[in-house]
């Protein structure tokens, strides 16, 4: 699979651009709402603040650790805190992400993300999500009481294959990104069942 530099950044850009965009859109609506009533903040446009505003946050601060430079600082409670809080903001309160780091190091920040990104969007409703390191290799291990999706999974096949998707190529970064990283050289094992996916790098 051959991916430039630059479709790599367009790539990563209209990710970011893309789930940033709704909780932007919120804000302004709420402010909206609050010149419309003469300032005055009630219940209903608060709760949209708060929510858009602490989902931004959660978000932005973990596409800096995914996609970002300089990012071996992080301490690693604090990148379970990052990963922990990026989850509540795609999943939801009736079907929860949750989330295990098996010896998570900050010099892995990255890659830890990237693989927290990668087992979130093959849950269609909540699941939990494991990501190991050992000597030889990462897992990210992926369980839900209910079927993952098998379209992104067979995505995620297809680029394993180093075939690219056809549409929506910027909902599938995370593992492209991750593979540019890696180089070619270091092999990534996908293996799925219908509740159950584990893809072993290395």
């Known amino acids: 699979m051959i991916v430039s530099n ?25 402010l909206e709402l609050l010149r419309e009533s003469n300032n005055e903040l009630d219940e209903g446009t608060l709760g949209i603040l708060n929510t858009a505003s602490s989902t931004l946050k959660a978000r932005q601060t973990f596409f800096r650790i995914a996609f ?30 949750t989330l295990e780091l098996n010896s998570p190091s900050s010099d892995l920040a990255k890659f830890f993300c990237l693989c927290v990104m990668i087992g979130a969007e093959v849950c269609v409703r909540g699941g939990n999500i494991a990501i190991s390191v050992s000597k030889n290799n990462m897992t990210i ?17 297809d680029i394993l294959q180093n075939v690219l998707p056809q549409d929506n190529v910027s909902q599938y970064v995370q593992l492209i990104y991750l593979r540019e990283l890696l180089g070619s050289e270091v092999p990534m094992n996908l293996s799925s069942e219908e509740n159950h996916m584990q893809l072993v790098i290395g």
């Not at 291990?141 to 096949?157: E, N, Q, T």
């Open 6 to 30: 630059t479709e790599l950044a367009e790539m990563i850009s209209t990710r970011i651009s893309h789930d940033l965009i709704g909780n932007i859109g919120a804000l302004s609506s709420a």
């Open 141 to 157: 291990d992926v369980k839900s009481d209910y079927p993952l999706s098998s379209p992104k999974i067979g995505v995620y096949k």
């Open 68 to 97: 970002g430079l300089d990012t071996k600082s992080i301490d690693t409670q604090e990148l379970n805190k990052i990963c922990q809080d990026y989850l509540v903001t795609v999943g939801s309160r009736v079907s929860p992400l």
